[in-house]
C-alpha cells in the first residue's frame, strides 16, 4: 500500500471530522465546550463511548496478546460489568445530584481544598499518560506505514496528529466530540467486522465454521483458576471492575459524557445500554486475534515477536490492499475517538480546578480554555515522544499499570468519601496519595518473596485504594455531622 494512498485516506478522514466540527461548534460557549449544554442524546453517547472506551490499544494489543492468553481478557470484562453497574446507581447519581463540571469538585465540597486539588492532579497525571500511550500506539503505526517511507520523523508525525486533533475540537468541544466519536465508533466495528468477515472467507468459514474453528483452537480459553497465576479468574473479574470504577466513573474524560446527557436517567440508560455494547465488541475483537493466528498458521507465515505488531504486520504486508485500507481507517478512527475526548476532558479538568472558571466571564473564560487546550496538547506531544523512547512492552500492559499506580488515590479518596462519614486532616492528603502508590509498588514488587508466590497483576489497584483508604482513615479526627455531610 502506497503511502501517498494511506495519507489521501488520513486527509480524507479528517475532513469529515473538521465537517461534523463546523457543523456543532457554531454558537458555543463554555458550557457547551464543557458539557454540551446537557442536551446529548443518550443513544449517542452511548455508541460513541465505545470507541472512546476501547481506543487504539485494544484495537491493536487485544488481537495481539491472544496467542499468549487465549480469550482470558473476557474475565475482566466481566469484572466491567460490575463496574459499570456501581458507576450508574451509585456515582452518576451523586454527581447529577450536585450539578457538577469538574467530577472532582465533590471532594473539595467532602473533604476540603487539598483533597481537591490532589484528586484533580491525579486526573491530570493519569489521562495525560494513558491517552498519550493511545495516541503512541497510532502514531507508531502511521510512522511504519507512512512516514517512515517518506523520511518524515516519529516527533513531527506525532505533532501532525495532535494538531489535526485539535483543529476540529478546540471551538466546539464536548458537542463536536459527542458526534465525531459516534462517526469513528462506526468506522471501528465496520472495520473490525470487515476484516473478520474477509479472513473468514478466505479462510472458507462459514459463520458457523467461524465459530466452530475458533471455540475449538487453543487460543478459546476463558476461565483460570490457578491461583497463583496472573490471570486467575476472581484476580481479573475484579481487577476488571475496579478498573472501570476509576478510569470511567472516577475519570472526567468519561463522565463528562455522561454529565452531557439531559439528566440521571438518560445518563443511566447510557451506561447500561453502552455494558451491554462493549462486552460484544470485546469478543469481536479477541475473535480477530484468533482468526489472525489461525491464518499465520494456514499460511506458514512467521510472525513478529512483539505481539503488538502482529495485527499492524499482517494488515500491511499479508492481506489484500482493501483490507490494509480497512485497518487503517479503523486504527485511525478507535485512537482519535479516544484521544480527541482526553483532550477536552484535560482541558475541562485544568480549566475549573486549577483556574477557577467559575468565577470569571465568558470572555475570560474562552480565552484561558484557548491557552489551556493548546498546552495540553503539547504535554501531549512530548509525553508520546518520551515515551516512545521508554517502552518496551505490550501496549495494553503497560496502560493498566500506569492506571493501577495512577487512580489508585483517586479509588481511596471516593470510597473514603461515599462509605464512611469521618472527616479528615485535609493538609495531609496529598502525602497520603503520594505514599501509597510507592508502597504498592513495594509490595508488588516484593509480592513473590513475601506472600509464598503470589503475583501482582492488574489488582495493583485495588492495592493502591486501599492503602489510601487506610491512610485517610488514620488521618480522620471524628465524624462529619449529619447536617454538615449533607450540605456538602
Known sequence: MSSTLILSLIAGYFCVLILISFFTSRKTDSDTFFLANRKS???????????????????????????????????MVLGYLLGYLVIATVLMPLYYRLNLVSIYTYLEQRFGYWSYKTGAAFFLLSRTLLASIRLFLVAGVLQLAVFDDLGVPFSVSVIITVLLIWVYTFRGGMKTIIWTDTFQTMAMLLAVITTIWLI????????????????????????????????YFLKQFFSGAFITIAMTGLDQDMMQKNLSCKNIGEAQKNMFWFNVILVVVNILFLTLGALLYIYAEANGMTLP??????????????????????FILGIIAITYASADSALAALTTSFCVDFLNFREKSEHERVKQRYWAHAGVSLVMVLVVIAFEVLNSQSVISTMFTVAGYTYGPL???????????????????????????????????????????????????????????TGLMALSKGRVGELELAQK
Not at 305 to 326: C, R, T
Not at 427 to 436: D, E, K, S, W, Y
Open 411 to 469: 479509588l481511596g479518596l471516593y470510597a473514603f468519601g461515599l462509605y464512611t462519614k469521618r472527616a479528615i486532616r485535609d493538609r495531609f492528603v496529598p502525602a497520603v496519595c503520594v505514599a501509597a502508590p510507592i508502597l504498592t509498588y513495594i509490595i508488588s514488587y516484593n509480592s513473590v518473596e513475601w506472600f509464598w508466590g503470589y503475583v501482582f497483576g492488574f489488582e495493583v489497584l485495588i492495592l493502591n485504594g486501599f492503602l489510601t483508604f
Open 41 to 75: 442524546p443518550w443513544y449517542i453517547v452511548a455508541f460513541g463511548m465505545i470507541g472512546t472506551t476501547l481506543s487504539g490499544v485494544t484495537f491493536i494489543s487485544i488481537p495481539g496478546m491472544v496467542k499468549a492468553t487465549g480469550f482470558t481478557y473476557l474475565q
Open 200 to 231: 473468514s472467507d478466505h479462510l472458507n468459514y462459514s459463520f458457523q465454521g467461524l465459530v466452530t474453528t475458533v471455540t475449538e483452537s487453543n487460543y478459546s480459553q476463558v476461565f483460570v483458576w490457578d491461583v497463583k497465576a496472573g490471570n
Open 305 to 326: 515477536v512483539k505481539a503488538d505488531d502482529v495485527y499492524p504486520y499482517l494488515a500491511l504486508n499479508h492481506f489484500s490492499a482493501f483490507l490494509g485500507i480497512v
